[in-house]
Nanobody, 121 residues
């Protein structure tokens, strides 16, 4: 009922930039939060950045000052501008959207299939 379409991944040289996009569509009442996660080899999936309905943002310490998350509310789209990329940040990046359940006091998380970011050294 809810689809997330991710784009913007690809190959970039170390120090370069990429901009990830994730558009949510389907049965959406309202969105509480949108974010990006990545999963390194042998590790848990971790938060990269998130943005909440009120505009508050949250970043992993390792990306502060280099990455910027933003959203287009009219199109239910979240963006992640990634600057000064490092080879160790080569990962699959996953979009996450927390959608409110109508008439309830909780939300439901949806995940994109992931987009590969490859940073060459």
């Amino acid at each position: 009922q809810v689809q997330l379409v991710e784009s913007g991944g690809g190959l970039v040289q170390a120090g370069g930039s990429l901009r990830l996009s994730c558009a949510a569509s389907g049965s959406i009442f309202s969105i509480a939060a949108m974010g990006w996660y990545r999963q390194a080899a042998g590790k848990q999936r971790e938060l990269v950045a998130a943005i909440f309905s009120g505009g508050t943002t949250n970043y992993a310490n390792s990306v502060k000052g280099r990455f910027t998350i933003s959203r287009d509310n009219a199109n239910n789209t979240v963006y992640l501008q990634m600057n000064s990329l490092k080879p160790e940040e080569t990962d699959v990046y996953y979009c996450n959207v927390d959608i409110d359940v109508p008439g309830k006091g909780y939300g439901m998380d949806y995940w994109g299939k992931g987009t590969l970011v490859t940073v060459s050294s």
